[in-house]
DNA sequence: GGGTTGACCAATG
DNA sequence: TCATTGGCCAACC
């Protein structure tokens, strides 16, 4: 059947926003749970109507933080106690998926 | 219809 | 841990 861009869009924002605080999931496991498109499809959405949902929650598969956004994040994640990992020179931060990583239903 | 661009991913060294 | 390589999918021009 086919389904509406629109749909499979607010199917993504709805699992983003049942992501539980302190924890986080990536693009590629929300276009596995959504079975459509991919992690840039992905991506793409929340670029576009990532604001109006935590999108701070959903990072990349390394544990990275969205780009041109890492600031805004870290005072999030530091407000909501999600588990970080700072590498050896203190480059940046990344969440640490070990602890914080949330699979979406699907 | 082809080239380019993204808030991407996994394998490899 | 970092950089490179190839693949991925849809939107836009």
């Known amino acids: 059947m086919g389904v509406d861009r629109e749909q ?3 199917q993504v ?3 983003v926003e049942s992501v539980p605080v ?4 990536t693009y590629g496991a929300l276009a596995a749970a959504v079975g459509f498109g991919g992690p840039r499809w992905v991506g793409n959405v929340m670029a576009q109507y990532g604001a109006t949902v935590p999108w701070w929650r959903v990072v990349r598969a390394d544990g990275t933080l969205p780009a041109s956004h890492r600031r805004a994040a870290l005072a999030h994640y530091r407000a909501e106690s ?3 990992r700072y590498d050896a020179n203190a480059r940046a931060a990344r969440v640490d998926l070990r602890m914080a990583g949330w ?3 699907g």
């Open 8 to 10: 499979l869009v607010e």
């Open 82 to 84: 999600t588990p970080l």
């Open 13 to 15: 924002l709805t699992l």
């Open 103 to 105: 699979e979406p239903p």
């Open 22 to 25: 302190g924890r986080v999931t």
